[in-house]
């Protein structure tokens, strides 16, 4: 399985940009599909997820500002960043919860993609 990343780039304070990341490869089952971040420093945080019934989490941070959506097949995932600002400056990593069969949990990440904010 592997997850390719895209949609990263740079962009100015109060713009947007759009994430997205492909699954290939068969999962058993997926339970979740997650954006992550890690700036320059910093521990990598979960950004916003969305479960395989379609409910959405996300950090404080984010909320109001960005989208996690997905396809039906769930092999692809989307984020939708609206109103950047430069502490939004990071490298976006797609991850996706499965499980490879029904005993047995399996966390994949894609290769990240980087999003810079200027001021």
């Known amino acids: 399985v592997q997850l390719q990343a895209s949609g990263g780039g740079l962009v100015q304070a109060g713009g947007s940009l759009k994430l997205s990341c492909t699954r290939s490869?068969?999962?058993?089952?997926?339970?979740?599909m997650n954006w992550y971040r890690q700036a320059p420093g910093k521990q990598r945080e979960l950004v916003a997820g969305i479960d395989r019934d379609g409910i959405t989490n996300y950090v404080d941070s984010v909320r109001g500002r960005f989208t996690i959506s997905r396809d039906n097949a769930m092999k692809t995932v989307y984020l939708q960043m609206n109103s950047l600002k430069s502490g939004d400056t990071a490298v976006y990593y797609c991850?996706?919860?499965?499980?490879?069969?029904?005993?047995?949990?399996?966390?994949?990440w894609g290769q990240g993609t980087q999003v810079t904010v200027s001021s």
């Open positions: 991850n996706v919860e499965g499980y490879t069969d029904p005993w047995t949990s399996q966390t994949y």
């Open positions: 490869g068969t999962i058993f089952m997926i339970k979740a």
